[in-house]
């Protein structure tokens, strides 16, 4: 948030933060039309946001209650905090100014495995999966690959763990509750961002089962700029517009043969994580897309103003 | 087999069950998550494999109808499992029967989203400004209220044609086989997804939907 904030100052466009960790203080009231519109306003500390101004909005809202100082957890404000929320998301979704992303659209990867059935109907491959609670169908799933890893089917925990073979009791454990297993495709990865039109492809090596948690098992990473294939680039763009998304951050498993496996999409990526090791400008792109989008929005030519929040 | 998506605690839910006895129909809980025998291999679709319902492994491709009555899995019904992991697995449950219930090719009353095990998981705000651009009011209140439903391109109960207008766009606004309004003469004053059958009308009217009956 702070870098696309940070890129807006520089490019001299006016935005208005809207912070989460304020809501106890703002009103917010939507106006619909039969037309189809959804204005209102949103006041904060005297001062009044019309929302029919607002051109282009980037949003990256957390849980409520994470998101309240600590004073205010409980009680009328948390309720008054969430009611805020919830009203402000309802907007993000039905309004005709321009989100970075919409709610709705955001919503596909809080179950991975409904989200590679889009993944693969957009014409992408995606690794062999078997969701179980059947310790049989796990250990048949086990001995038919080379590899495998398990990983979360909701978006809580969702962290990527090698299976080792020598631990058949684990297997077990499945009973408790459906398990996913994945073919583990051998190679490195690639994070492809879709920013609007344009893409910005990093590639990652690391011996790390998930290199985002390297650091608990000391494994390296290393990340460096790549060039990706004019048409595997517009693929890419086009499945992120498929899912309602101006902005992803798509992960890729390249083997060594070169096969391409998608393996998520990422709706609201963190995408400083990626620019501080290459210095590729993700944040300036964003923040030019929010330009983009608030001058595509406004009818006469007027640049309305961005939101980010 | 008719399977309907509930919490054991249901009793609506169970009352639907034994209507439903001439066609199988049997409830799928939570407790059903956590027992040997689901096998679901997403690049096949859910119909090849296998899944347990009532207690009982059986093959998805039996099933003929889908009910599905509940929002999500919630951690509260997990009693069996450490309270601290109770959240996780309701998660991973709910995002579990997501992908699953989307696979199915068989009539699904309401398929899911992402967010919800049955339809749109919309606010009352985000309901409010549809009903609204559907051309209907808004009351957050009323009087004499009566409960509508749209059932695939049925609608039953509306107080008035131009409700029922309305009733029938919201349900393809929403993208469902099946919603259910409180309604006034004048105004919808709530809206819901969740497939409540509680009159034969309406049970029999999601059968011949479902193709199960005449």
Redesign the interface.
Known sequence: MDAVRSALRDLGREAVFLDQRRNSSMRVR?K???R?D?NGSISSAGEVLNLGEIGSAYIRPIETRKAMPEPDVEGKALQHAIAVD??L??WS??TSAQVVNRP?AM???????????LI?NLGFR?P????????A?ASQFVKSHACVVYK??????SVVSRLSGSDPEALQD?????TQFQEYIDGHEVRVHVVGRTTISTKIDSAASDYRYAHLTDASVTMEPIAIDESLSAKCVKMASAMGLHLAGIDFRVSPSGDWYCLEVNPSPGFTFYEAATGQAIGRAVAELLCELAQENCGDGTPRNGSSG | MIVILASGLDREARDLANSWKAYDARILTAEDLHRPGWAFRPDDGAQDGTCVVAGSVVGAKDIELALTCRPSVLPEELTSLHPEERQYVAAEMTAFLVAWLTSLTCPVFNRPTATSLCGPAWSVEHWRIQVVRCGGRWARTGADLRSACVIGDQCFNAPNDRLERVLRQLAIAANVRFLRALCNSESVVSVSSLPRCDTHQLRDAILRDAGLAP
Not at chain 1, 129 to 135: G, N
């Open positions: 939507l619909p039309s039969r189809g959804v919830t009203t998301i309802a979704d039905l709705s919503a596909s990867n809080h179950s991975k495995p409904y989200q590679a059935s693969r995606t062999r999966t078997l969701i179980t609670t059947d310790p169908a979360s089917i909701s978006g809580v925990r499945v009973a408790n509750c459906p």
